[in-house]
């Protein structure tokens, strides 16, 4: 079952780092309509059905089971109906490949995650608050 | 230019046959000039003799001294030229038929006065020589005009002197002149084979004659030399005179030097063209053997040029069975190992290089992980403690609270050491981006930066940049240097009222030694080499923080561009970081 209004679809592995995501989110008021999924493969099911909704912006960890952060990005950027969708690559690496690659793809922006908590909160909120409030898609 | 064989060797060998063709023409020409001087004189010495014999003239001293003891003459004098002029006439002309005019017969009284004479040659109105007594005496060549002429005088024999003193008799003298025309000097030269003059004239000097005309006589050492004597008329002369014995005369025989040495001088025209054409057929061989000596050296080293810029295919015709073949052999064979052993070379390296690009692989693989995975539950750790304190504050104690602040701390430490391990060994990793880099402003930009981040502490913070030379290296790496050894210097002057840093270089050699120096905590010079490892500390973190990679990272940085970096310093007395850089070429 997916919910009416997916506004944020968040792409995790980690239950700890989905958690406090998902708290940073949430201190923000950001959290009620986040779609978590936990691998590569619940992503691409979430957009292989046209009926789901189009989220606001995509939160993407790039090592992920089952098909990876970066072959999730570039199926979406290649797909006419999810190309437009903002994707932001929020990870760990702070490897300049990886970056390279991210962006190559047709990321939206990269944020690399940092162990301080308060720093973390700060960067996925304020990505949020980007993304939802400020940010304006094509119709 | 270069030296070479080929050139040379020919070189050599012409100055070599040019050196003997000279010192060969000198000797024999000397030789030559030396025989033929050596003949002249013996000729000169012979037919000057032959001459001197002629002008003995015994038979007009003859005829004189018979005229001076004939009968009638003697009293014909006797009588002072008063009794028997017609005997004594016939007497005269008896002895001279000819009445030519080269010659005249007086007879004069012992003053001089002229009784009777013969002849029409009139010079010399006197005794022109003292008489002989026992034979007649020659008197010296004398010059009236362009006339030579001299006396032959004999007294009468059986003078008887008178009571009164006066002596009785007289003097019986001829005159004669010299026949002085080209024809007599041609027919002598002539006799001589035409290539010697003749000289007649006075021992004692002037007057003297070529037998065609009146000469200068020959210099005084020329006439008292017994031997032939060069000098000096018209040209150069070889020249003897000899004394006519008896006589005051002398005769002088001289050949122009020039022929003397044209034997010398034929010799060397006809020698010169021989030692040239040695000397060209020399060179020739010379040139031809240096050659074909070398072509088969020039084949070898242009092989071994060409092995030497890479082309390894390269080998030596060999077509010879002598020690040039044998070298072009060995070569060869030199070569084919060269050849083989750059290629197992090659197929190390390739190996080689797969595998450390295999180590790299994994190295990055790693570091990828340690990235993704350490970094990720720290974060949880972090978090969830963070969640703790904020979200059950109420429920937990004093000494709860302090705990989950220990680990708040530990975690950010371990946050911070995880990303600076990363940072140094991506440096080993990533290719420098070379180019010329302004130090001066670069530093600069990073003292600005150093200001601000400091902008919150106690004492006050001087900078002081001197000017810097630019140098070659990646810009981004080296503002990273000067920004941790920056930093790092700021660090440990924090606790200085006024602290102050100090940027400048020193020319070393090609390199450039520049160096950051400031008035901290400094260290002990003892573990000075400890400075530079990794997580390397010489301060406790609770005096200063930091993780100890700054250092490990610049001299990476520092080495990965060639130069070195090492510290200098004393406890409490600051520290000096020097590196040095390559400059930057122009």
Known sequence: MQPKGVEILLVEDNANDAELTLRALKQRNLANQVFL??????????FADGASPVPKVVLLDLKLPKVDGLEVLRRLKNDNR?????????????????????????????????????????????????????NHPPQ | ?????????????????????????????????????????????????????????????????????????????????????????????RITLDTASNARLELRDFSGRLLLSTGRFAFGDSVLVSPGTDSARFGPLQRRDTVLFFGVAAATIGTERSGSGERSGGIVQQVARLQLNERTRRFLTGLSGGDMAFLFGNAAGDPWTDFASIVSAPPANVRNSPRPTRYERGEAQRAIAMAVPGTPWMVATEVPTRLIVAPAQAYLLTMA???????????????????????????????????????????????????????????????????????HLEAQVAQRTKALEGTNAELESFSYSVSHDLRAPLRAIHGFARILLED???????????????????????????????????????????????????????????QRTEAGRNGSLEIRIDPLPAARGDRGLLRQVMSNLLLNAAKFTRDRPSAKIEVG??????????????NGAGFDARYADKLFGVFQRLHSTEQFDGTGVGLAIVKRIVQRHGGRVWAEGAVNQGATFYFTLPGEER
């Open chain 1, 37 to 46: 999924c936990h691998d590569g493969a619940e992503a691409m099911e979430f």
């Open chain 1, 82 to 134: 999810t190309k437009t969708i903002p994707i932001v690559v929020l990870t760990s690496s702070r490897e300049e490949p990886d970056i390279e690659r991210a962006y190559a793809l047709g990321a939206n922006s990269y944020i690399v995650k940092p162990v301080d908590f308060d720093a973390f909160a700060r960067a996925v909120s304020d990505v949020g608050l980007y993304w939802l409030l400020l």
């Open chain 2, 1 to 93: 230019m270069m030296r070479s064989i080929q050139r040379t060797f020919p070189l050599f060998v012409t100055a070599l046959l040019l050196a003997v063709a000279i010192v060969q023409l000198t000797i024999g020409y000397g030789e030559v000039r030396q025989a033929s001087r050596s003949v002249t004189d013996t000729r000169l010495r012979f037919v000057d003799s032959v001459l001197v014999d002629l002008f003995q003239s015994g038979q007009q001293r003859g005829r004189v001294t018979a005229l001076a003891k004939d009968s009638d003459v003697v009293a014909f004098l006797r009588s002072g030229g008063q009794r028997g002029r017609e005997q004594a006439l016939a007497a005269l002309r």
């Open chain 2, 273 to 343: 063209p021989f030692a040239a054409l040695i000397v060209i057929i020399g060179t020739l061989a010379a040139w031809w053997g240096s050659r074909r000596l070398t072509a088969p050296l020039v084949g070898v080293t242009q092989a071994a040029e060409a092995i030497a810029t890479g082309d390894l295919t390269q080998r030596v015709p060999v077509g010879r069975d002598d020690e040039l073949g044998k070298l072009a052999r060995s070569f060869n064979t030199m070569a084919e190992q060269v050849s083989r052993s750059h290629h």
């Open chain 2, 392 to 450: 059950h504050h109420a429920q937990l104690d004093p000494e709860a609270q302090r705990l989950l602040g220990v680990i708040d701390q530990n975690t950010r430490r371990m946050g911070q050491l995880i990303d600076d391990l990363l940072a140094f060994s991506r440096l080993g990793r990533t290719d420098l981006a070379t180019g010329p880099v302004d130090m001066k402003e670069l530093t600069q930009l990073v003292a600005d930066e150093v």
């Open chain 2, 505 to 518: 270089s020193q020319a070393d050699g090609g390199q450039t030694v520049y160096y950051v120096k400031d």
